[in-house]
């Protein structure tokens, strides 16, 4: 079964624009990162944040975690079009050897 | 620095065929993981390796096995394919694996395996 799920499932906005994308999980992490995948290839690495962190910043990117809630939210501000893309949410659970596991997916498309 | 390097990129095989898939690490990365991506179940974690051993392991039938080598390189195999074994194989390496504080995966473009 998925650890995280991402919400919603399929994003459309326009071009400058602000796309919101949350993750929930089930279980204490150890991390949560985000990944972004353009079409049929490999995944990207975009940010993580640590358990013990609330909110991070890279670039246009701005994630934030409630461990209360066990959620994450990823924001992009200003979108371009090359953002189009999967956006995936990882956690790598607490504990030795723990594997990161990866949501279904959220797909962002950016109209120019 | 050179990426992580999957080969072959395309591949097209039958039902009950084996197929074996290669995996180059990023230099001086020890872990190397495979996930198989498909539009139903998403990415599904599929093993680890680190330094030859494997380290976690998926839920996947014993049809899907792997080994490292001692340069770290990964081949995964799937043998007596089946139709719903079509699907991208991702392979990512990182210096010491997820689970260790703040490693993140690098991910290589995928094997694109079609089973007819």
């Known amino acids: 079964s998925q650890q995280g799920e991402e919400d919603p499932q399929a994003l459309s906005i326009q071009e400058g624009e602000n796309a919101t994308m949350n993750c929930s999980y089930k279980t204490s992490i150890n991390n949560l990162q985000w990944y972004r995948q353009n079409s049929g290839r490999g995944l990207v690495h975009l940010i993580l944040?640590?358990?013990?962190?609330r909110e991070k910043h890279s670039g246009r990117l701005r994630v934030t975690l409630d461990t209360s809630k066990k959620s994450s939210s990823l924001l992009i501000t200003a979108s371009r079009a090359a953002d189009t893309a999967s956006y995936f949410c990882a956690t790598v659970l607490t504990g030795a050897n723990s594997k990161l596991t990866f949501g279904k997916g959220i797909t962002l498309s950016v109209r120019p | 620095k050179a990426g992580v390097t999957q080969t072959p990129r395309y591949l097209i095989k039958t039902r009950g065929q084996q197929v074996t898939l290669s995996c180059s690490p990023i230099?001086?990365?020890?872990?190397v993981s495979w996930y198989q991506q498909t539009p139903g179940q998403g990415l599904q974690f599929l093993f680890e390796?680190?330094?030859?051993?494997?380290?976690n392991k998926g839920n996947f039938p014993g049809r899907f096995s792997g080994r490292q080598f001692s340069n770290s390189r990964s081949e995964m195999n799937v043998s007596t394919l089946e139709l719903g074994d079509s699907a991208l194989y991702l392979c990512?390496?990182?210096?010491?694996?997820?689970?260790?504080?703040?490693?993140?995966?690098?991910f290589g473009a995928g094997s694109r395996l079609t089973v007819l």
């Open positions: 390796y680190f330094s030859e051993t494997q380290r």
């Open positions: 230099s001086g990365h020890r872990s």
């Open positions: 944040i640590r358990s013990n962190e």
């Open positions: 990512a390496s990182s210096p010491t694996g997820a689970h260790s504080g703040a490693n993140v995966l690098t």
